[in-house]
C-alpha cells in the first residue's frame, strides 16, 4: 500500500444507499497534517493512521486498534481486527471482524477504472450505551483498494441488527481524487 501522503492530496466520494441506490452525500478529504503516525484530513476532522486505518471520525468517534488496512496485500491473505469505538459522550462499542483478500479484479468508479485488491470482511459488534443499555449487530464490509491510490477506491458496508433489521447499507466511491 502507498503510505506516501503529501499535503494536498484530496479524495472525493459519494456516498449511495445499496437498497434505493441514491446518492445520500459527498465528501471531500483533504491532507492537511501528517505526522510520524497519522494523516490528518480537513484540519484534523477525521485522522487515519498511515494505511488509512481511521483513528477518528468528524463526528467526534474514536478508533482503538482498527486495522482494516494493512502494509501489504496478496490474494488469500487473511487477518482478524478487534477495536473499540468511543463516542464523544464515552458511549463504547467493541468490534471485531474477521478480513480475506478474495481477489484482484477491475473495478469502476466514477473516479476510474482500477486494477484492485477486493477485501471481504465479516464480523460482530456490541454496543454499550452509557445508561446501561446494549444491542449486538452483524457486519459486512467489502473494499477495494488499488496500488499507488492511497485511499479506497470503494467500500460497502451493511450492519445488521440481531434481529435481522438493517439499520446502515452503504457505497462508498471515489469520485475524483489528486495526489502530490
Known amino acids: 500500500i502507498d503510505t506516501n501522503f503529501k499535503i494536498g492530496d484530496s479524495y472525493r466520494y459519494r456516498e449511495i444507499d445499496l437498497f434505493t441506490k441514491l446518492d ?11 505526522t510520524d503516525t497519522e494523516v490528518l484530513f480537513n484540519d484534523g476532522q477525521l485522522v487515519t493512521d498511515l494505511f488509512g486505518n481511521i483513528l477518528k471520525r468528524p463526528d467526534g468517534i474514536r478508533f482503538t486498534g482498527a486495522q482494516f488496512f494493512i502494509p501489504e496485500y496478496t490474494v488469500g491473505k487473511k487477518w482478524a481486527t478487534r477495536f473499540r469505538l468511543t463516542r464523544p459522550d464515552g ?3 467493541d468490534t471485531d ?4 483478500v478474495v481477489a484482484r479484479e477491475q473495478v469502476t468508479v466514477p473516479a476510474g477504472t482500477f486494477e484492485a485488491y477486493k477485501i471481504e470482511g465479516q464480523g460482530w459488534g456490541t454496543y454499550f450505551t452509557g445508561s446501561g443499555g446494549s444491542g449486538n449487530f452483524n457486519l459486512q ?8 491510490i ?3 477506491v470503494a467500500n460497502e458496508y451493511m450492519r445488521k441488527h440481531s434481529s435481522g433489521k438493517v439499520l446502515n447499507s452503504e457505497r462508498l466511491e ?3 481524487y489528486s495526489q502530490a
Open 141 to 148: 464490509t467489502r473494499y477495494w483498494i488499488a496500488p499507488g
Open 91 to 93: 458511549a463504547t462499542s
Open 174 to 176: 471515489l469520485t475524483a
Open 97 to 100: 471482524y474477521q478480513l480475506k
Open 150 to 152: 492511497r485511499r479506497i
Open 24 to 34: 445520500t452525500r459527498t465528501r471531500t478529504n483533504r491532507v492537511t497534517g501528517i
